[in-house]
């Protein structure tokens, strides 16, 4: 996977956290995500 979709990945993080108010919540979906489209 290209550097950018890595990197556009981790704003879309940053903005969940923010959104959410959440830090747990955000990493559950970020660990889970790349296993299914890896």
């Given at each position: 996977?290209?550097?950018?979709?890595?990197?556009?990945?981790?704003?879309?993080?940053?903005?969940?956290?923010?959104?959410?108010?959440?830090?747990?919540y955000?990493?559950?979906?970020?660990?889970?995500?790349?296993?299914?489209e890896?």
């Open positions: 996977m290209p550097r950018t979709v890595l990197v556009a990945m981790l704003q879309v993080v940053s903005i969940c956290r923010l959104l959410i108010g959440d830090v747990h955000p990493v559950k979906v970020v660990t889970s995500v790349p296993r299914e890896a």
